[in-house]
């Protein structure tokens, strides 16, 4: 597999950035974007370590920017940076993934990306915005107001990273297979 994505990279790295960009754009359930399956197939599958911290990245950046641009109300504000380092902690997480991508493995690290992305950019929504009380209550009752948004999230992370994974499986299934029938084995 691995070698497959080596001879085609810059297609695949363009075409993740390419879907992240489209994904969020198109429209869709609040939180259900290609973001942490993006960051989690970088992870296992992209060589450089730098260019898999990147891919995601640029992808969220770029959607951003045109989001921005595009959109009256769409906010680009203080909690993007911290979505950005979070997607990157994410990345740097999932890079166990290289050792073996698996079903299961590839399941515990869409759960554990969601929940990180959950615990860490609403701590940041809470401790930032003045929307929540600065006690332990107002941070249970951010939390608890963003459970329907984890849910949309934590179903877009499981069908994104199995679209991708699943993609990218089948393709290299294929393409090693007729390899094997053009070499004659």
Known sequence: MKEFLQKNRTITVLFLIIFALISRLAPHPANVTPLTAIALFSA??????????????????????????????????????????????????????????????????????????????????????????????????????????????LAGDIFYTGLLFGAFAMVTHYSEADSTVQNGA
């Open 44 to 153: 296992a599958y992209i060589g450089r370590k730098s260019i898999a911290m990147l891919v995601p990245i640029a992808g969220f950046f770029i959607s951003d920017m045109v989001l921005s641009q595009t959109i009256s109300g769409y906010n680009y504000g203080i909690i993007n940076p911290i979505m950005y380092g979070t997607i990157l902690l994410i990345t740097a997480f999932a890079f166990f993934l290289r050792k073996r991508v698996t079903p299961l493995r590839t399941l515990s690290a869409v759960l554990g990306s969601s929940l990180l992305f959950f615990l860490i950019t609403n701590f940041a929504v809470w401790f930032i915005w003045d929307m929540y009380p600065k006690n332990i209550s107002g941070l249970i009752s951010c939390y608890i107001a963003a459970v329907p948004f984890f849910r949309n999230m």
